[in-house]
């Protein structure tokens, strides 16, 4: 009969220190569905890109190659599946950090993939640095992402905003266009296509004569294009993008500037907007890293794939986010889906080599491509690679302590 009260005693107890262990292991985050994650668990990949706005079909783009390259690999990392999270950024610099810190601590990424514009790449730049994150950057080629504010957890699959324009002075200079004028529109990757055009062109013999800008993103031209034939320079360079560098292609030649000065810039004058600007496009001259048009087999089976399964034709964007992907798979991989051994991971993502379509790549140690620029000009409305413009670029990764 006196068992009972010492049988209670004892569950109480038990009950009480289950309790006890409960709320300690609470507190310390260890209590949750995937106890610190264990390896059978969903790895959460993060997409923080624009699904609205002027660059929605850019994030659409880069989704979807994303999706394709690990699909490719068995649809796993690291033999894990994987959970996917989305956050349309707006193209909003002033909401970047907010944003990030939505898939980094509200939905606990393991990795974020964003962004397209420079901006907004600074906020989850500041958040990737602070919480550790792995990022990925499959678009904004803002230079302090891997300059001064490099990281280790951060890695870019695009370009640096002057690594197309570093590559275009020594071919204007080696068609005898030795004296050019700037232009572009005056922010942050106006700035830094420059930058990258007076290195280039300047060190292989040219003069600029006259460096011109507008305000962002105004597309009033007009008076800076009197000015250009007043000039008459040898060629003009510039640093435009979108339905801004459509409208400045069609001005220039209704100008009459076209058969007499050459046109020449980075690649993104003419990236996705050739239909828009028409005729005008036709003989301009640019460098980029990526072609639709490339001729090789690798670039016609991924383009053939991309189309068949979405239904709608790759561009850059969509190449940098397969990039992205590929990336992602080869640190999994090296891994075994241990992300959380993030030496080992950054190792293997450093050292990877990614067959793209856009042609084979390394990372340097500021983690951008080392990458092959082309020389290419619009001629029936697409742009036609003609030559390589520099083999394995790499930008200076100035300001990096890693590099």
Known sequence: MTSRPVIRSL???????RSAAVVGASSMGLLLPQIVRAQGDKVRVGFMLPFTGTYAQLGVAIENGVRMAIA???GKLGGREIEWFKVDDESEPSKGVENAQKLVQRDKVDVLIGTVHSGVQMGIQRVARDSGVLSIIPNAG???????????NVFRTSFT?????????KPMVDKGLKKAVWITWKYAAGDDALEGFKESYTKAGGTIVKELGLPFPNVEFQALLTEIANLKPDAVACFFAGAGAAKFMRDYAAAGLKDKIPLWGSGFLTEGVLEAAGPAAEGVMTTMHYADSLDTPRNKQFRSAFAQQFKMQPDVY?????????LLVQGAAAVKGDLSNKAALYKAMETAVIDSPRGKWTMSK???PVQDIYLRVVENGDNKVVGIAAKALSDSGAGCKMA
């Open 318 to 326: 969509a190449v940098q986010g397969y990039d992205a992907g590929q």
């Open 72 to 74: 490719e690999k068995g």
């Open 142 to 152: 803002v230079h302090a992402a891997t300059r001064a504010l490099c990281a280790p």
């Open 161 to 169: 905003n002057s690594q197309p324009t570093l590559a275009l002075g």
């Open 366 to 368: 500021a983690h951008n």
């Open 11 to 17: 569950n109480r107890r038990l009950l009480l220190s």
